[in-house]
Structures are given as C-alpha cells and as structure tokens.
Nanobody
Framework: QVQLVESGGGLVQPGGSLRLSCAASVMRVSINTISWYRQAPGKQRELVAT???????DYAPSVWGRFTISKDNPKNTVYLKMNSLKPEDTAVYYC???????WGQGTQVTVSS
C-alpha cells in the first residue's frame, strides 16, 4: 500500500527556516507528481507547491520566492524548504500524490515568537 510520511515540522520564530520531508513507499517519486498542501485552523486546505516527475515546479503566490520544493529520487523523498517564515505560514502541512489519491498524515508547522 502506498504510504507518504511527512516529517520536519516544528516551532520556529518569524523569519526562520524549516525543511519538511515526505518519504514515499511503494510508489516512486521519480515518476509521479507530488504536491505539498497546508491547512490552517478554520481554513480550507490549500495547495502550496508541486513537483512533477520531470522536476518542473509550481508554487502558490503566497510562498513564491520563500519556499522551494525538490526531490531526491534515490531516497524516494520530496522536500519543502521554507525560508523567511511568517506567522501566517502556521498550518499542518501534508504531502499528496494525485495519481494514487494518497495523503500523508501531516506535520505541524508553527511560526511564532
């Protein structure tokens, strides 16, 4: 069964950085599109970033220039590097594989002083 496991969340001060990881099993990130979503309390889940099988990337306007999505095919892992974090980035972050409609369990990111 396909599994996606996120890690790397935590508490960080405004302006700080975090790197989230999404480790996949059974499916190969090298041939699949993977996206990161986030959901803040009381808000709808929103798309943050996407990386295709070929390595093309796309970002939500709110994170453009601050977040970078990448992948390591041998490690079968997708990353989300988040810089210049703001309090409004606080949310649970999920990775998602649309071809198999599989979500990870999520990892909490809290940006606060």
């Amino acid at each position: 069964q396909v599994q996606l496991v996120e890690s790397g969340g935590g508490l960080v001060q405004p302006g700080g950085s975090l790197r989230l990881s999404c480790a996949a099993s059974v499916m190969r990130v090298s041939i699949n599109t993977i996206s990161w979503y986030r959901q803040a309390p009381g808000k709808q889940r929103e798309l943050v970033a996407t990386i295709t099988s070929g390595g093309s990337t796309d970002y939500a306007p709110s994170v453009w220039g601050r977040f970078t999505i990448s992948k390591d095919n041998p490690k079968n892992t997708v990353y989300l590097k988040m810089n210049s974090l703001k309090p409004e980035d606080t949310a649970v972050y999920y990775c998602y594989a649309p071809r198999v409609d599989r979500w990870g369990q999520g990892t909490q990111v809290t940006v606060s002083s």
